[in-house]
């Protein structure tokens, strides 16, 4: 596949990701599974940045690595969002979001637009 082919992969799977959060704000929905989804979010859009660079991402789930490959401050909201990668998956916690799941939701979308436009999209 060509590295745009391989950016729309990930970024329908980031839309997937999306609605999946949009349709759970429910308060009750528990923050660690929500925060993993966002993480997965986040860390595809910071993969699609690679992709268009015709690099291969590595198999990592670092958002700072990620965002380091992609040379970019990634907004801290979203940096703050790595627990929910490895560790409330597998530990008891609690793991609270750390921020409301709308401004978190926010600034995913502003990293997909940035995303978008290196793909040449509006």
């Not at 599974?33 to 910071?46: I, M, N, S």
């Not at 015709?54 to 940096?79: C, K, M, T, W, Y």
């Amino acid at each position: 596949m060509t590295p745009q082919e391989d950016a729309r992969v990930l970024l329908a799977l980031v839309e997937r990701h999306l609605r999946a959060l949009r349709l759970n704000l429910d308060p009750t929905y528990p923050d660690e599974e929500w925060g993993f989804t966002a993480q997965q979010a986040v860390e595809k859009l910071l993969k699609v940045r690679i992709v268009l660079r015709d690099q291969r991402p590595p198999f990592s789930h670092g958002l700072n690595l990620l965002a380091e490959l992609v040379g970019i401050d990634l907004e801290p909201v979203l940096l703050a969002l790595q627990p929910y990668a490895v560790e409330a998956r597998y530990e008891v916690g609690p793991f609270p979001l750390p921020a409301s799941r709308t401004e978190i939701l926010a600034a995913i979308d502003r990293l997909r637009h940035a995303a978008v436009r290196g793909m040449g999209q509006p």
